[in-house]
């Protein structure tokens, strides 16, 4: 795979963009193809074997779309399907999984509200990373963001809508002590000047992007897989979404600078689970909140 192919970066929907904001921050040389698969979306209110099933069919879809390296942008498909993307790709997969080792070290009351999907916070990568990382006399106050993901993708990050599920899902940690929260889900990352309005200087919050981007660049480092260095060049940007482009656009538009136009793309599943008798993804129930 020549050095100079681009990354993937995936994400169920418009969250990943916090992670390629960060990525190409940190490495501006490198080419990026974000794909938001928001016609699924939110990925938190799906099953388990769903969620892996989308990471696969976008994975295997970048690498014929000659992706060096993957990127997968969310915590809820980090947690259910980056052990079979390992496992299916020979290429470097780097995931994201909620902050909770900054958040130990961070917290002085040692009271830690964790909001994610529903689908991380009940995953075993999720309880395995929460085992290894609770100091003695910590607490972890796990809530799932429910309606959150639905605000986003719709473009909301502050109306009354949404600061009613903030105020319902963060109130309570902090009457319980909580001095830190950490943002498991890729897209919360935009609900925080909503939360610092609203919650003041009361949470340090805990975002993982800038950290994802460092371990994108070591593996690509020691797999000798960086993009050539060329002063006065920066690396291409490709935004493609399963939905209407409209919304990826828009947030694009503000958040990067000269944003392409979002190409949006048909993934279908991946033959071998359709084959096994799985339902079509269009078809499969939202669990609800
Ligand atoms: N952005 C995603 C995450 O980090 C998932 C949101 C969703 O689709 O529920 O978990």
Known sequence: MPSNAPIGVFDSGLGGLSVLQAVRALLPHESLLYVADSRYAPYGERPDAFIEQRSLAIGRWLR??????????CNTATAHGVATLRADHAWPVVGVEPGIKPAAAASRSGVIGVLATAATLRSARFADLLARHTAQGQRFLCQPGHGLVERIEAGDVDSPAVMRL????????????????????????????????????????????????????????????????????????????TANANALQTMADRLLNAAPDVVTVEIAETAPQAAAGLASPANLPIIPA
């Open 64 to 73: 014929e779309r000659g992706a060096k390296a993957f990127v997968v942008a």
């Open 166 to 241: 903030l105020d319902k899902y963060i109130a309570p940690m902090i009457v319980q002590g909580a001095d830190t929260l950490v943002l498991g889900c890729t897209h919360y990352p935009f609900l925080i000047p909503a939360i610092q309005r609203h919650f003041g200087t009361a949470l340090t919050l805990i975002d993982t992007g800038a950290a994802i981007a460092r371990q994108l660049q070591r593996r690509l480092e020691a797999d000798d897989l960086g993009a050539p260095v060329l002063p006065g060049t920066g690396g291409s940007l490709a935004l493609f979404t």
